[in-house]
Structure formats: structure tokens, C-alpha cells
């Protein structure tokens, strides 16, 4: 267990400096954050809600969709490839040492979150209504998107493919939401845009929050935990055949 411990920090350090995720669950979602500000100004919605409100929320919890790849990214790094010899000569537990990263890996992507949560507050006031629950959202879809991530990367063999799996799962979901461009009106794609989607399950938390349905926000919640919960035995049965 100390030993695990002592690779936090390691691990941390490799987190911060990979530019690349920085650049793609950072730097590109503020820049488009502050593109829509500036296009959209105060414009709002038939609901009277202010577009650069509506179009933030989703956009910051569309870019979760993608923050499994980082701890994916690292487990296949450390477990699939030849950097495992070493990680397997190492003198203490691998499966707390998969576990670590797993975690570091999320909160990660929570911070990048937040961070983009606080920006969009602070500089174009984009009202969240409670950040906290805003942020306890976000690490819902956080902890779906690693969990589903490395369901892919246990499931199969090429990880290139695993990586295409996860680009569908988080353009899948945000094609089925309906941003890109209206979907066709029948029972499979409502549901798929509703209560079958992490991206709607999540928005709708928030929105809901907002406006005071409280039936409403702990029904959409509910289902992102309920399938947090089944996707996770999914990911430890597979993650044992794989890794065991």
C-alpha cells in the first residue's frame, strides 16, 4: 500500500504535463466557450433561458464524455504494452497501483471540469445554480466515461479499437442528444435522447436543479448511478479476464 502511495505523485505529474489532453479537455473547450459567449451574447432560449447558459452546461459535460481516454490511455500504457515488464518487476500490488491511476485519472478530468465550470462563471457569469451539484454532476459523468473507457480496453484486444469504441461512445451520445441535428421522432431515438443518455441524464440534472424539480433531478441521477453501478461489475468482470 505505501509503496502504491509513493506513485501518486508520479502519476499526478504525468497527468499535468500531457499537453495533449490539457489541449483537447481544456484549451479547446474554452476557446469554444468563449466563442459562443461572444456570438450568442445575451440571446435566450423559448424558455427564457440565455443560450450561452444552455450551450456551456452541455458543452462542458459533452467534453466528460472523452475524459475516460486519459485513464485508458494510462492503464493500456502501463499493462498492454512493454512498459509492463517493469511495472510488474515493481515491488508492490498491481491491482492497487490499475486502481490508482483509475482514480487519479478521474479526478483529473473532474478538475478540468470545474475548471471550465469557474471560467465560464467568472468571466461570462454563465449561471449554474448550485456549482457544487454542477460539479457532483460532472463527476458522475466523469466516473461513467472511465468506467465505460476501460470496459473497451478489457473487452478487446486492439486498442486502437478500444479508442474508436470510446469516440463513439462520446460523439454517439452527443449525436443522440440531438445537438448536432434533430433526431427522428419515434420511440427507440426519444428514449435515447432522454432518459437512455448520459449527456441528456446529466443536462437534465442540472437544468432541472435550476428550475426546482427535485422529482425530476433525482430521477435523472438515479439512472446515471444505476448505470455507474452496472457498468462498473461489468468493468471488474472483464478487467479480471483480462488483467488476471
Given at each position: ?37 461572444i456570438i ?29 481516454s ?20 515493481l ?6 497501483y ?16 470545474g475548471i ?8 461570462f ?6 456549482i ?5 454532476v ?15 480496453t478489457?473487452a ?12 463513439v ?5 452527443i ?5 448536432f441535428?434533430p433526431?427522428?421522432?419515434?420511440a ?57
Amino acid at each position: 500500500m505505501t509503496n502504491v502511495l509513493s506513485t501518486l505523485r508520479f502519476t499526478t505529474l504525468r497527468l499535468i504535463r500531457n499537453w495533449i489532453v490539457l489541449l483537447l479537455l481544456l484549451g479547446i473547450p474554452i476557446v469554444l466557450i468563449t466563442f459562443f459567449a461572444i456570438i450568442l451574447g445575451d440571446s435566450k432560449t423559448e424558455a427564457g433561458m440565455p443560450y450561452i447558459q444552455e450551450s456551456t452546461t452541455l458543452m462542458v459535460l459533452a467534453f466528460q464524455l472523452f475524459g475516460g481516454s486519459i485513464v485508458m490511455s494510462y492503464i493500456h500504457e502501463d499493462f498492454f504494452t512493454e512498459r509492463r515488464f517493469r511495472i510488474q518487476s515493481l515491488p508492490f500490488s498491481q491491482t492497487l497501483y490499475a486502481f490508482s491511476i483509475s482514480v487519479l485519472g478521474t479526478l483529473f478530468s473532474i478538475f478540468l471540469g470545474g475548471i471550465l465550470v469557474f471560467y465560464s462563471f467568472w468571466v461570462f457569469n454563465v449561471e449554474w445554480g448550485n456549482i457544487g451539484w454542477a460539479v457532483f454532476v460532472i463527476a458522475l459523468m466523469a466516473l461513467l466515461s472511465s468506467i465505460v473507457c476501460l470496459i473497451f480496453t478489457f473487452a478487446v484486444k486492439q486498442f486502437k479499437v478500444a479508442e474508436r469504441l470510446s469516440e463513439v461512445y462520446g460523439i454517439g451520445a452527443i449525436v443522440l442528444a440531438g445537438l448536432f441535428f434533430p433526431m427522428p421522432e419515434n420511440a427507440f431515438f426519444e428514449f435515447m435522447g432522454s432518459y437512455g443518455n448520459p449527456l441528456t441524464l446529466a443536462s437534465a440534472a442540472i437544468f432541472e436543479y435550476q428550475a426546482g424539480n427535485v422529482a425530476e433531478v433525482w430521477l435523472n441521477v438515479s439512472i446515471l448511478l444505476g448505470a455507474i453501478i452496472v457498468a462498473f461489475f461489468v468493468m471488474l468482470a472483464l478487467g479480471r479476464r483480462r488483467m488476471g
